[in-house]
């Protein structure tokens, strides 16, 4: 905890911080973001993202051959990228705000395996691992058909290592769901606010889930000394690990592609906005990493989180990163996203994005289920709480003083009527329908 002397120095030098504790909505434009063309950062260049994606195509064959929901895409997880007019009329007269440009959703709420961003990172790193391991012991080569993991031959040997993670949730179900389905021996250490219905589903794979009644840091703590035990085990690092964060920016090559499919351009005339959900930073981060390789200066992204759990924009705007906590300046770090509900950012992300993010803004919990009731009305797309929070984007961006104030310091406003929009949806399908309907129906009535 930080002394009131300290917090009071702190709120000195960033005005927004009382706002902040007041866990009040706010906009903070980042002041070191660098409006250029990056080639990457902390040891990161896009030649890792194709790498990464090159490893994704080499298992594409196993993923098809016991996930059948990946056989149409032959292997490959992604989402559809889906143009949402008619939410974009509801969020203009909600909001009584014009949306110059077009908004579309990016609908990792939709993935394949484990219904959320986390299906990218998450099971990304668990490929890499299974062929570190597998090539290491001379059992693979990369020239193979890696169909041949299916067997049990290889079930039986990765049976003999165990992978360990701390999780509010989705990233729990994507480690815990591939790791199952290789044959590891899997140990999700999840937060107190995790939802029940997804440590029950871990369970159902065989998953050891381990609760705890304190935050996700705790789990966090917890599952690393537990892992760190074992030589054996292999603890996947939510906060700091480059495998994870790269399995997240191979987003941005399939997303491109998506765009020249539907003729969207982005480059000086046509701006790309981008609104991410952000928790401990790194599926966003990563997100926000490939867009800024591959886009530059003509791609905008912004974080959201939720007010109660503010520690991304908390961790950058005082430029502590992981060095504070929401709960160092009295934030209780509740709320119902709890796929957000972190308390201590990334301080590997926070320091990646340090001129690459464009800015973050914080949305109440009930602006969640609004949202979500919208796009379930106006589009028939079901998404869990968490991932609705980039829709506050629009507003603040298009309606406030704070996001004007923004587009006119890039000299964007000209630009606008021929902007794209993209909300990341990053998570829903996997919520059971009773759930679901408690979502929604709060949400209507909102």
Known sequence: MFSSKEIKQLATKHPLLDKLIDTKEVFWQNPLYKNESFEGAEDLTMADITDAENRLKRFAPYLAKVFPETADTKGIIESPLRE?????????????????????????????????????GGIYEILKHAEDL?????????????????SEKFKEFYSRHRIAVGSTGNLGLSIGIMSAKMGFKVYVHMSADARKWKKELLRSKGVNVIEYESDYSKAVEEGRKQS????????????????????YAVAPLRLQKQLDDLRIKVDENHPLFVY?????????????????????????????????????????????HNRISVQDIGIDNLTEADGLAVGTASGFVGKVMENMLSGIFTVDDEELYKYLAQLADEENIFIEPSAAAGFSGTRWLNGTPEGKNYIGSL??????????HIVW?????????????????RGAKS
Not at 432 to 441: A, Q, T
């Open 228 to 247: 760190d035990k074992d030589p054996d085990s292999y603890f996947v690092d939510d906060e700091n690990s480059k495998s994870l964060f790269l399995g």
């Open 276 to 320: 991410l959900p952000c928790g401990v930073g790194g599926g966003p981060g990563g997100v926000a990493f490939g867009l800024k390789l591959l886009y530059g200066a003509n791609v905008h992204c912004f974080f959201a989180e939720p007010t109660h759990a503010p520690c991304m924009v908390l961790g950058m705007m005082t430029g502590l």
């Open 84 to 120: 949402i007019p008619n939410m974009k009329v509801a969020l203009e007269k909600s909001s009584d705000t014009v949306l110059e440009g077009r908004l579309l959703l990016k609908c990792d709420s939709h993935l394949p395996i484990s219904g959320s961003i986390k299906a990218r």
């Open 411 to 420: 000299n964007l406003r000209e630009k606008m009527k021929d902007s794209t």
């Open 425 to 441: 949806a990053t998570g829903g399908s996997m919520v059971p329908p009773e759930i679901m309907k408690s979502y929604y129906e």
């Open 134 to 150: 597998a090539v290491k012991e001379g059992l693979l080569s990369y020239t193979d058909d890696y169909s041949i993991l299916a």
